[in-house]
């Protein structure tokens, strides 16, 4: 089935530095979500993007985060500064259409802040 | 405010036996509620999802979810899991407007041989 690509698997920074984590959505979606998974925690919403623009985000979404995707290539998160609490795993999902479309996700990037 | 609870963290069951994820949801509107599943090293993969209607949903892999209103339920079922099956397995509910979802924690099912 359509599958959704993210890369790096797994990125170790140091705290303060700018890190970007990439997302190949599904090549006909419109419609772009970054989850944020702490581990042993539920998965958690960060961010909905569509044509160009953030639809919603959370309270976990914060000002040092931020989402593009230019010219219809890569569905990025970039964060700067990096904080120690952004470890996680964030997942990036695409969807065809929005509301309560099914949302293809990728297989996450652990991202590790020291 | 809305939520999803996933009773079990953790569940084994043998091959060949049937199996009952538990899914408890909480919201005052009509639930729009999902199943996925996420084998290790890969992303979440849909298994079934219930907008409204028939309150079992079949799904692939022959898995089935009964929807409850009155038990605020969604629980996840399989007549016969096989060793394949082991994986994460997620009941997620989207119950507001503007694309948001709510994660379960989870259950991790490990299917012995």
């Known amino acids: 089935g359509p599958k959704v690509l993210q890369i790096p698997s797994h990125q170790i920074i140091d705290m303060g530095q700018m890190v970007t984590l990439n997302c190949d959505p599904v090549?006909?979606?419109?419609?772009f979500y970054w989850y944020k998974q702490i581990l042993g925690q539920q998965m958690e919403f960060l961010v909905n993007?569509?044509?160009?623009?953030?639809?919603?985000k959370s309270k976990l979404f914060k000002d040092q985060f931020s989402v593009e995707r230019p010219d219809g290539s890569y569905f990025t998160l970039k964060i700067q500064p990096t904080a120690l609490e952004d470890s996680a795993v964030y997942f990036c999902?695409?969807?065809?259409?929005?509301?309560?479309?099914?949302?293809?996700f990728g297989p996450g990037t652990r991202l590790t802040v020291l | 405010a809305q939520s999803v609870t996933q009773p079990d963290a953790r569940v084994t069951v043998s091959e060949g036996a049937s199996l009952q994820l538990r899914c408890k949801y909480s919201?005052?509107?009509?639930?729009?509620l999902f199943w996925y599943v996420q084998y290790p090293r890969q992303g979440l993969q849909l298994l079934l999802k219930?907008?409204?209607?028939?309150?079992v949903v079949q799904g692939v892999n022959g898995f089935e979810a009964e929807f409850s209103k009155s038990n605020s339920s969604f629980h996840l079922r399989k007549a016969s899991v096989h060793w394949s099956d082991s994986a994460v397995y997620f009941c997620?509910?989207?119950?507001?407007?503007?694309?948001?979802?709510?994660f379960g924690k989870g259950t991790h099912l490990h299917v012995l041989p």
């Open positions: 993007f569509y044509n160009g623009k953030v639809m919603e």
């Open positions: 999902a695409s969807s065809l259409r929005g509301g309560y479309a099914e949302q293809f």
């Open positions: 919201y005052s509107g009509t639930p729009y």
């Open positions: 997620v509910l989207s119950a507001v407007p503007a694309y948001k979802v709510i």
């Open positions: 219930y907008y409204s209607g028939d309150p």
């Open positions: 090549s006909n979606h419109l419609y």
